[in-house]
């Protein structure tokens, strides 16, 4: 993939191009960035802009052999880790080498991949994704091998946040002091949920949201007329895959939409009946589609608070969610806006945790009904 292709993101990648012609690029990268961004996009393109002998100052060259192999994800010196999980139940020793095959397509599809995209294409199941720690004796072993193509070595680490203590600590050493011309691209979205021995040892490139006029942009070269796009590029607020599905009207937001002012509505109204019958109709959902629900139920919160005291030209909401929020932003403001947003940051950290999952939103909705009745009453 080359920096063209990456949308958006100018300044990143100038710092980059201009961090490795001077020598300054460290072995060990994290590309931190929220879904939508790009940085496992700007990770490929900046492995392939390292890798190609005949690079410009701005860019790969996208044509030599060893351009047309990363891009096709077949060159033997760019080595991928992403979460997984174990083909045959009671085989522990499952690495990504098993999954290599699907993993090199579904990148093809698209590199602004989400861990939900690859869990729906590799498995029909709740099952939880895992990087295990036979998958990190595999990461050594390749790259304490000889260089195939005589250059540098990339070992890409996506999704980082799924590295737990015991495969994480297999490779410290390595990614401390890794064999010559190796560097560890690492992948991320969220910083609190990656190991601090991990967090240690890398240097951290912060990948910010793109910008509404570089997605702009990037829609009109797919034929999309200027004011639909300008439309979009206001409500995906940075984020490239929302914009597709905005752009193909397969928008997630609206069925989480439903259910968020659904819920609000029981909530405040403290129907218990109502509450227990959502609670156990979220819990047969798998925990990404859970933690993905109380992430956005977050982002209301906040659209909210922003409504009732700055008004609607600092908020990104569409339609359905601006009619609802003209009634719901007067009981969000800053007496209980701020109590709202850790309760629901802890019941979605409970579900990271694995936690009883029916209990935990029952649990939440009991104290959502407190606040919000109670401050709106003040």
Known sequence: MQFAQVIGQSALKSRLIGAFREGRIAHALMFLGPEGSGNLALALAFAQYIACPNKSESDSCGTCPTCKKI?????????YTF??????????????ND????????????????????????????????????????????????SYEGGYKFQIIW?????????ANKLLKIVEEPPEKTIFLFVASSLEN???????????????????????????????????????????????NKALQLLNSQNPDETYAKQFQQWMRMCYKKDVTGIIKWSDEMHKLNREDQKHFLSYALDQIRQNLVLNYAGEDFVRLNSSEKSFSDKFAPFINDLNAQELMEEITEAYHDVTRNAYTKLVLSDLSFKLHYLLTRKSEA
Not at 83 to 96: A, D, I, Q, R, V
């Open 83 to 96: 979460p997984f999980f174990n083909k045959s139940e009671g085989s522990e020793k499952t690495t990504c």
């Open 99 to 146: 999954w290599l095959a699907p993993w090199r397509n579904h990148l093809k599809s698209s590199p602004y991949t989400t861990v939900d995209d690859w869990r729906n294409e590799i498995t029909e199941d709740n099952k939880q994704l895992i990087m295990s720690v036979y998958e990190a004796a595999n990461i050594m072993q390749h790259l304490t091998l000889k």
């Open 159 to 167: 999704m980082a946040e799924y590295l737990k203590t015991d495969t």
């Open 194 to 240: 990656i190991l601090q021995t991990i967090l240690s040892r890398v240097q951290v490139v912060y990948v910010p949201k793109i910008e509404d006029q570089d997605i702009h942009d990037a829609l009109l070269a797919q034929n999309c007329a200027p004011d639909k796009a300008a439309e979009i590029a206001h409500f995906a607020h940075g984020d490239w």
């Open 71 to 79: 891009d096709t994800h077949q060159f033997a010196d760019l080595h």
